[in-house]
């Protein structure tokens, strides 16, 4: 998970420090390679995201009373990845805790409408085991290089989601071992009650199947191996922003080609990404590394 170290406001605009990954999002990993990735670096990440979505799921107030955040946009644009096989799990913009203070809209489905859960999709309450269908989504994408629920409308997602079947990971990836492939399946079981009650049992899971074949190192050597151009790009960004931000001018580390017109930068003296309670969203020093032709519905 990624580490906040600090929280505040200038004026009207609220920002987030938080620790500055330099690696990409696991979506411009997919967007790099043809098709899937090798099965022991997509469950080496979701092995680790299941450790970062634990840690979250687990948080307590003061009082040492669960708060139940539930992240809800697991994806792989919100997953980040560094040469020496880490992983991190970004973004907790929509992220509710319960009996949250900060209401998000009442009554509305939040998430990318492709990784949402079953229950999400028909407004029933989420809890953490949304956040590891999303999990399971996301796998599964990691296997086969295409979104598993992605239709040509958010209806036909939807209907997708709830009750249209699941292929067998298998017949996408033969090399798979069939004891992940429960896992996976396992993930995207439609009840909540049927899927693992939580993030720490899918890591586990997960770890138990692959005999051992999953580690940090698998997944940096793959990465240095595949992507060092993703790295080194990332790095020039890294350095255009730290310089410009030692000299306190405005910063736009890459547009987004997805992003109608471009958004402002300001970075003074550090970095400030826009917060979920920010009114103005688009300022602020950012990173876009959303692969082109990937899109959230
Ligand atoms: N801590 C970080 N360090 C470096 N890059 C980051 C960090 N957090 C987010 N990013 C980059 O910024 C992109 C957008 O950030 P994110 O928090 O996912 O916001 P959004 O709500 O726009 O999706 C991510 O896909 C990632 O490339
Ligand atoms: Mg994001």
New binding site residues.
């Given amino acids: 998970m990624?580490q906040i170290l600090d929280l505040g406001h200038v004026g009207d605009d609220y920002y987030i420090v938080?620790?500055?990954?330099k690696g990409?999002?696991v979506g411009a990993v997919l967007g790099h390679v043809d098709g899937g990735l090798p099965w022991e670096v997509a469950g080496e990440i979701v092995a680790q995201v299941c450790d970062g979505l634990h840690a979250a799921h687990e948080l307590r107030d003061a009082d040492g009373t669960r708060l139940g955040l539930v992240h809800r946009d697991v994806s792989p644009?919100?997953i980040?990845v560094t040469d020496n096989g880490g992983v991190k799990l970004?973004?907790f913009?929509i992220a509710k805790a319960r009996d949250s203070v900060i209401e998000t809209d009442a009554g509305r489905v939040k998430g990318k409408t492709c990784y949402l859960s079953p229950e999400a999709c028909r407004g029933a309450a989420v809890d953490r085991r949304a956040d590891l269908f999303a999990l399971g989504a996301t796998f599964f994408e990691l296997l086969r290089g295409q979104r598993l629920f992605k239709r040509e409308s958010h209806v036909d997602t939807f209907r997708a989601i709830c009750d249209e079947p699941i292929p067998d990971p298998r017949s996408v990836r033969p090399d798979l071992p069939a004891p992940v492939a429960r896992v996976l399946l396992h993930a995207l079981e439609r009840d909540p009650s049927r899927r693992f009650a939580t993030a720490e049992e899918m890591g586990g899971a997960l770890r138990a199947a692959s005999a051992g074949l999953l580690s940090p190192l698998v997944l940096g050597e793959f990465l240095r191996k595949r992507c060092a151009n993703l790295f080194e790009r990332r790095a020039a960004q890294v350095r255009v922003a730290e310089t410009r931000a030692a000299d306190d001018t405005p910063t736009v580390l890459e547009t987004n080609p997805l992003q109608v017109g471009p958004p402002v930068g300001r970075a003074g003296g550090g970095f400030s990404?826009s917060s979920p309670w920010s009114p103005r969203r688009s300022r602020g020093a950012?990173?876009?590394?959303a692969a082109p032709g990937r899109r959230d519905p």
């Fill in positions: 990624v938080m620790e500055l990954i990409p999002s644009s919100n980040m970004v973004d913009g990404w950012r990173f876009c590394d």
